[in-house]
């Protein structure tokens, strides 16, 4: 099943309050040229996309190459040196099914207003920006539990001593947007197999952490983003644990 991806680029306001337009227009090329890279790998399965100033939208071919492309963007995002707040990103996103038209249509209005565009997003797409538009914060990608079939839970699980950890879980800390977004859940970007993976990503949150403390918002994304990697770390640690449990019984 495909499905859309959209990432949103975070503070584009704050940006432009701190270092005016053309801090906000560099933000906007970085965001642009690091969503394309971390889509190249992938991109015989990206069947539309297009980026628009602080967001991005990719058709994947399945969920499995849109979690592999918002797992690179997310990481690189979260790579910003220490300390750099014009380069430090943060970013947010939804993946929900696709449709079979295309993201956005563009006609003209009729009779007099005819020089006027209209631009609709399809049913599918505007579903997607309405879920990431819809409050919950935090560096987090939130992605229609529906998706999750047996089939696809187990092409993206992560091998774990002699267990598996299904990056994609309903989290019980986070919030998440009420309504018609009851069956969101959110996927574990920052997971691997390794521990040491955990520790340097874990690292890197800390790092963010204090250098976000003199930006409100920024400092309220990375609040959120420190729940999502406590809840994470927690669920990493008891599959690991069980994993090496079981092979200390056997």
């Known amino acids: 099943m495909s499905v859309i991806l959209f990432v ?15 801090t906000a227009l560099n933000a906007f090329d970085h965001f642009t040229r690091f969503m394309i890279a971390a889509a190249k790998p992938d991109l015989r399965e990206v ?16 969920l499995r190459v849109a979690l592999l492309i918002a797992q690179r963007a997310f990481l690189r995002a979260f790579e910003t040196p220490k300390g750099d707040q014009t380069e430090r ?28 565009r209209i631009f609709t997003y399809s049913r599918e797409f505007f579903d997607a920006v309405s879920v990431e538009k819809s409050g919950f914060r935090g560096m987090r990608l939130l992605v229609r539990g529906g998706l999750l079939t047996p089939a ?21 800390h986070s919030t998440y947007p009420s309504g018609p977004a009851e069956d969101l859940q959110d996927f574990l970007w920052m997971a691997s197999s390794e521990p040491a993976d955990w520790q340097h ?24 983003t420190q ?9 990493f640690q008891s599959v690991h644990y069980k994993a090496h449990r079981q092979q200390r019984v056997v």
């Open 47 to 62: 069947v539309d996309g297009a980026i628009e100033t602080d967001a991005s939208a990719f058709v994947c071919s399945n």
């Open 152 to 172: 696809v839970r187990k092409a993206i699980a992560i091998p774990v001593g002699d267990r598996f950890l299904v990056p994609v879980k309903r989290l019980r």
């Open 201 to 224: 990503a874990e690292r890197r949150m800390s790092t963010r952490f204090r250098d976000s403390t003199k930006d409100p918002e920024e400092f309220a994304q990375a609040a959120a």
């Open 8 to 22: 949103d680029l975070l503070g584009a306001r704050s940006r432009w309050q701190r270092g005016g337009i053309d």
């Open 89 to 116: 990103l943060w970013i947010r996103g939804a993946i929900v099914p696709s449709g079979e038209g295309a993201l956005r249509t563009e006609r003209s209005a009729y009779g007099d207003a005819s020089n006027v």
């Open 227 to 235: 729940v999502l990697f406590h809840e994470a770390s927690a669920i």
